[in-house]
């Protein structure tokens, strides 16, 4: 169990190291394309959701980001991880919401930077990544092996 605490916590380091090097060598709004017509690197200071939904919303993330977290620490003791890919998937999961959680406390904003150019995207952080992937991963365990563990349980 401690394994996918520390994986979140390496997880949440990398994610404000990135943040702080943006911060620390970019201009608000500053763009360094990396990969022509593909991929930049694009400091902005998101402080909604994707798309810049719910801006301005700093309490509805604390308290979405409260429950989440305490739903996914309840839940990793109550029950046993009896799959790998459940436990990749709250580490990503868990890292994702405190990343951006240390951000929305700190900052009252989320700092993003990568933006892919070959389409209208939200520019996003290391700890959006993790959230995506995280739930990708609860997806495909749900869908394709959940069932297959109950019948063995």
Not at 89 to 116: C, Q
Request: aromatic fraction near 18%; proline fraction near 2%.
């Amino acid at each position: 169990m401690i394994f996918y605490y520390i994986i979140a916590v390496l997880l949440i380091i990398i994610d404000q190291i990135s943040k702080w090097l943006i911060v620390q060598n970019f201009a608000l709004y500053e763009e360094k394309v990396l990969v022509p017509g593909f991929f930049s690197l694009f400091y902005i200071q998101n402080k909604g959701a994707a798309w810049g939904i719910f801006e301005g919303k700093m309490v509805f993330f604390y308290i979405i980001t409260v429950l989440v977290v305490g739903y996914l620490v309840y839940t990793f003791h109550k029950y046993p991880i009896k799959s790998k890919l459940v436990g990749y998937s709250f580490s990503l999961i868990l890292a994702g919401a405190i990343g951006n959680f240390i951000d929305r406390l700190l900052n009252g904003f989320v700092v993003d930077m990568f933006r892919l150019d070959f389409i209208n995207f939200p520019i996003f952080n290391v700890a959006d990544v993790c959230l995506t992937i995280g739930v990708a991963l609860m997806i495909i365990h749900v869908l394709f092996f959940e069932e297959n563990e109950e019948r063995k349980g």
